[in-house]
C-alpha cells in the first residue's frame, strides 16, 4: 500500500521539481536577486507539488474504498456460500480462537455465532472432546479426526486441520459433518443380512434335513416318505414365499417397484382376502367377521390384496385359540378406513413403535413362516398412498388401522 501511494505522488514531484525550475529561470531573466528568486521559485515549486500531491492522494483513497468495497462483497458472498453447506465449519487462529463459523457448525454445537466469535471451544461444552485435537493441530500440525456425539444424541465427525504458514502451524481448519444417518444405514443394512440369514436358514436346513433323510438307506415305513415328502414342499413353499417377501420389500425401499392403478372398490378386494383366509381361519379355531361397505378407491389391485392379506395373516397369526378377528371397512370423513381387530395379548407400547420395522418379530410369533416383513409391506404400501397405518392395544386383542387420504388429498399435498 505505501509502495503505490509512492508511486501515485511520483508524478507530483517531478512537476514540482518541474515549477521550481521554470520559476528560478523566469525570475533570473527579469534580473531578481538569487536570494529572492530561489525562496520564490521554492514557494511556487511546494505549492504545485502540494496541490498535485493531494489530487494523487485523493485518487488513491478512492481506489483503496473501491477495493475494500470489493473484497467486502468477496468475503460476504464466501460467508454466505459457507453458510449453505451441511458440514459445519470453524477457523481457528493460532490462540486456538474461533474466528469463523458457519451456520451448520453452530447447530452442531448448539451455539450462536456471537457465543463461539472470538473464544476458545471451551466455551461450547459439547466441543470439549475436540480440545486435544486442536492443540496437536496448532502444536505439531498433526490432522485429526474423532467421533463427535452431539447434545440429541445424533453423532458427528470432526475433523480437525492444521492451517500453516511456512513450518510454523498458524491455526487450524475443523469440519463437522453428522454422519447420524449413515451410521444408521450401516446398522440398518447389518441387521437386515443378519435377520435375512437367520430367517432363510431354517426352512433351507430343514429341506437339507428332509433331502438327507430321504436319501440314506434307513428304510422308511408307512407313509414316511410321502410325509416327508409334502413337508419338504410346504418348506420349499415358505422359503419360496420369504424370497418374494425380501425382493418386493427391497424393491419398494429402493423406489424401483411400481403397480398400475385403477378404479376398483376396496370392500370387493378386502373381501376377496377374508374368502382366502375363512379356511385358515377355520383351521386354527378362529372365528372370522367382516362389515364392508363400499369404498371406491383409485389404486392397485395388487397392493390393496397385499395390504389386506398381510393384515389378515398377522391377525390369525397372533391370536389365541377360539378368539375371532373382526373386519370393518367404512367411509370416514370421505376417505376409506381400514380396521382389522383380533383377540390375544395387547402388543405392549414398546413394541408397537417397532413391528413395522422389517424382520421385527413379537417373541410369541417367531414361528416358521414369520419372517417379520408383512407389516413392513403394509407400512410401505400405505406410505405409498398417503395413507397412515397404526396399532392400538385393546383389552383382549389388537386394532390395526389404515386411514387413507381423502381423494385427491394426496395430489393436492404435492
Known sequence: MKKRIFRSMLPAMGAAVAVCAAAAALLTALHVSFWIAFPAAALFGFAAAAALALRAAEQSAQEIAREREHLTRERDRLANTLDCLAEGILMLDAAAQVRYTNTAACTALYSDRQALLGKTLSHAPSAAVLRANVAA????????????????????????????????????????????????????????????????????????????????????????QQEISKRMLREAANLNQLIGKLIVLSRMENGDLSFSRVPLDLADVVGSCCDNAANRAQQLGISLHRALVSCPLFASLWEMSELASSLLDNALRYNRAGGSVAVSLAMESGAPCLRITNTGEPIPPEQARRIFERFYRLGRGKSPGSAGLGLAIVKHIAGNYGALVTVTPQPDGNTFTVRFPRPGAEAAER
Do not use: H
Open 137 to 224: 493441530a496448532l502444536e505439531r500440525g498433526e490432522p485429526s479426526s474423532l467421533d463427535l456425539p452431539l447434545p440429541d444424541g445424533r453423532t458427528a465427525r470432526a475433523s480437525v486441520f492444521p492451517l500453516a504458514v511456512g513450518d510454523a502451524a498458524r491455526g487450524a481448519l475443523i469440519v463437522i459433518l453428522d454422519v447420524t444417518a449413515e451410521r444408521e444405514s450401516a446398522e440398518v443394512r447389518r441387521q437386515f443380512f443378519a435377520s435375512a440369514e437367520e430367517i432363510l436358514r431354517t426352512p433351507a436346513q430343514n429341506i437339507k434335513g428332509f433331502a438327507e433323510l430321504l436319501a440314506s438307506d434307513m428304510p422308511l415305513g408307512g407313509n414316511k
